[in-house]
């Protein structure tokens, strides 16, 4: 006997398949999220083919010792926080919009960089608003 194969539909966008190369990157709402956070460093993109592919740009970069431990923690604060809107939406039926994923995503990373570096140079908020001037910090 065959077993059914069970499909669903992306929790987020409700448009198409749920695959990880679809919730995590080629979804309107994740696609949504790298665009705020990749606006916050004013950078414009065009969405890779794949999860591996984002990867590889992301982890290739010139970037200083504090940019480089700022800018990985976006990328894994964006993947984590993708997976808890999902599972949230899921389990609790809760919706959140993109701007209110980014923000959080910012958020955690100001409190990693923080908690990392031990700063009192900052509040959370200031390097929100201000991380063109804390990528240039000597931390």
């Known amino acids: ?18 695959t990880h190369q679809h919730l995590f990157l080629h ?12 606006d916050w460093w004013k950078i414009k993109w065009v969405c890779p083919v794949s999860v591996p592919s984002l990867a590889r740009w992301w982890f290739a970069n010139g970037l200083t010792r504090l940019e480089k431990h700022i800018w990985e923690a976006c990328f894994y604060a964006t993947l984590w926080f993708l997976w808890l809107v999902r599972n949230d939406y ?12 980014g923000e959080v995503v910012k958020t955690r990373v100001a409190m990693w960089m923080k908690a990392k570096f031990n700063s009192k140079v900052y509040t959370v908020e200031e390097f929100k ?9 000597r931390l």
């Open 90 to 101: 899921i389990f609790n039926n809760s919706t959140k919009q993109a701007w209110e994923v």
């Open 129 to 137: 608003v201000f991380l063109d001037g804390i990528r240039k910090l």
């Open 1 to 18: 006997m065959i077993d059914e194969i069970h499909l669903a539909l992306c929790p987020l966008c409700s448009l198409y398949l749920e």
């Open 27 to 38: 979804c309107q709402f994740s696609w949504s999220v790298w665009s705020i956070i990749l």
